[in-house]
Each structure stands twice: as C-alpha cells, then as structure tokens.
C-alpha cells in the first residue's frame, strides 16, 4: 500500500514539475512575442514625420560705404523678394527606448529635437550700386543670413512648430495603445503613461 502511495505521489510530483515548467516555458515565450512586437512596433514608427510651411516677404537690402577720406558716401540697393518651403519634423528613429522584460515597462528614455530645415528661392530686383560700392559676394552673403534669421522669427511665431509636435505626440501614443493592450506599461523617462491624453501633459524634453 505504501508503495503505491509513494509511486502515486512521485507521478503527482513529476506530472506538476512538468506542468510548472511547461507554465514557465509558456510565460517565456509569450515574453519574448511581446518584447519583439514592441521593437517592431518602435521600428515601424521610426521614421521622419514632417509638418511644411511656407513663406514669402520682401525687403529692401540697402549698404553704403564712406569713400575719399569721408567726402563721399557711395550706396547699392536690392530689392529681395523670398519664397521659402520650410519643413519641422521629427526623426523618431532616434528614439532611445529600454525595455524592462520582468516588470512589463516600456521607457521611453529620449526624443530627438525637431530639424528645421529652409529652402529659400531669393530673387533680386532693381539692383542698384554707385560704381565704388559695388555688389559682392559678402552681400549675397549678408543677405541669406537676414532671410535666414527673419524665417526663423516668422516660424518662432507660426503654428508649424507645435503642429509637428502634436503630430510627434499622436505617433507616441501609438507606444501607449500598443503596450496597454499587452498589459505592459509605458514610461517618459520616470514618468508612467496612463492614459493618451497623459502624453499631452509631459514636458518634453529633447
């Protein structure tokens, strides 16, 4: 009877060490599934979103130089006319992320800064210049810079910027959706994500 107690106990024993491993293996594997969904997740959001703008002004470029000791002021003039398609946007393939496999957590360690990129088209009209100040390549220089400092106030000043970050955040939040389904969760930095409209309320920092 003893014997068959004993022999009862051992299977019991063996068929639940079996099962708890099988249990394990599963959690493992299932672990595993989810850890390479997030990076293919993380992988296929990683790209360039972009918001365009575009710009126009005209200004009047004016330079003059004292010549013969001072006697005499010698003056050139453009008018400058500018078409600029300007771009912000986010290369959300240099996320810094970790993944915490034990405790479920996406973490969300940094974001790249928005790139700002211009593309002038500068015309020139009613180019006039008294015959000792004439224009030179300085000029055309001084003028990219001014066009380029006044598009960099009038987008300081647009929508284009936050626009693009609300495009950023709505790409985020795909991390969220992605990992509350799994039953992970989703952190900025130290931060837990709780909700989507919880990501409008982060202070990014790039």
């Keep these: 009877m003893r014997k068959i107690l004993f022999g009862v106990v051992i299977t019991l024993l063996v068929l639940f060490t079996f099962k708890y ?14 850890t390479a969904l997030i990076q293919e997740q993380i992988k296929n959001v990683g790209k360039l979103i972009v918001t365009e703008g575009h710009f126009s002004e005209v200004f009047t470029y004016k330079n003059s130089k ?16 500018v078409n600029a398609d300007v ?9 810094e992320y970790k993944i915490d ?4 957590i996406l973490q969300i360690l940094s974001i790249p800064k928005e790139e700002i990129k211009i593309s002038p088209n500068i015309e020139y009209y009613d180019i006039q210049a008294d015959f000792l100040n004439q224009f030179e390549a300085d000029d055309y220089n001084n003028i990219k810079e001014i066009v380029k400092q006044s598009l960099m106030k009038k987008i300081e000043g647009s929508d284009l910027k936050s626009n693009a970050q609300n495009r950023l ?18 952190q900025y930095n130290e931060t837990p994500i709780e909700s989507v409209d919880a990501l409008k309320l982060i202070d990014l920092k790039f």
């Design 21 to 34: 491993c099988g249990n394990q293996k599963k959690d493992r594997i299932t672990l595993q599934e989810n």
């Design 66 to 81: 004292a010549v013969f000791a001072d006697l005499l002021e010698a003056k050139k003039q453009a008018v400058v006319i």
């Design 87 to 95: 771009t912000v946007g986010y290369d959300l393939s240099k996320i």
């Design 101 to 104: 496999e034990k405790n479920k």
């Design 169 to 186: 955040l709505s790409e985020l939040s795909k991390f969220f959706i992605l990992t509350n389904s799994m039953g992970w969760k989703l």
